[in-house]
């Protein structure tokens, strides 16, 4: 046996996450726990990667992303934004997590900043203690919007913020105001913005989402990423870009060829025909999640120990329970009941006291999930009775 001691990267890592390894779940129980689509890809984008295959593409292509990918892209993002894009400021990653850990990698080094509102998607943190900097979640409003005078106070000297909108966990989509809000406190400073909008497509009230991309403020300091994952439902595809100032990019490209070499062609190819796909294909997803984002809020409502917030965006619901448990407690609870969910304090401290339950998942799994979480709480709340009684 040799002895073997982790690299103080992986130490600060392991010390520090709050990220589960999450495994399958048990026979017979029911999940809302993985953040992911339940739709397979659409065929036309199965179909081009099969063709793509068949007619050879099995090599190796440009390290940056295929050429006629970050073609389309850049006009993708210089039509929705205020700023002209061109292919040399776009990479393609393995996923938005390559994208965000490349830019991540190549911006922050030790001792640097990095301000995460939050709740927030658990990945952020991991990833600035990867590099070695200090990650400072900042809390939320009463509504889970931003705080806007905490996060004034914590930017300052800040290198980077990273959030996500809409947001993973709370389905909160912040507007255009506190976009802008953020562009005017950052001026005159080199803060960098690290706007990853995977979730950009899923929202539920048209005109409420406003990219990064059209704030004139943010132009010059943000990184914008993005991932087919959520959109056209290709998860396991694993494919992303960063777009952003050509300096921050090439370093970010220098990370993510240094770490993974160039991208599958095939999926690349698969990924020119996603961006291609009729719109109708995403909306029709979309009204899909909306249903069931209204069916859960609807058996939420009658549960009287729960309360969500509003979820116009994503396809999670970040819920608040009364009950003097951890959420870890009361998700290993309701684990052992048979529903899987996950706890909020992986997503920062003001995600403690609350679950996050996704519902991209069919309406039987909803509702039968509501059941168990009805039968749950109210014996949590019997059981407190019984012992002040
Ligand atoms: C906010 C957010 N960003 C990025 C990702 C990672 O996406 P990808 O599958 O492209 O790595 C996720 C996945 O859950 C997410 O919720």
Redesign the pocket.
Known sequence: MIAFTPSPAVDRVAQTSKRPTMGPAPAGAVSLAM??PDFDTPAPIVRAAESALQAGETHYTDQNGLPQLREALAKKLTAAGVSSFDAGQILV????????ASVILAAVGPGDRVVIPEPC?S?YADLVQLAGGEPILVGPAPDMHWDLDALHRELAGAKMIVF?NP???TGIVHTRNELVALGEMLSGTDTLVLA?E??DEIVYEPGLFASALTIESLRDRTIY?Q????TYA??GW???YVAGPVDVVAAASRIHRTFNGSLNTAVQLAACTALETDSTVVDDMVASYRDRRDLLLDLLAKIPQVKPYTIDG?FYSLVRYDADLTSEQVTAELRRAGLIVRAGSEYGPHGEGHIRLSFAADPASITRAAEIMHQYFASVEAKIAAATV
């Open positions: 953040g992911e990653s393995h996923g938005a997590t390559a994208g965000l998607y990945l996500s947001c993973n966990p990853d995977a979730y990423c991932t087919l994952s959520k290709m998860t694993r494919v992303g994503t």
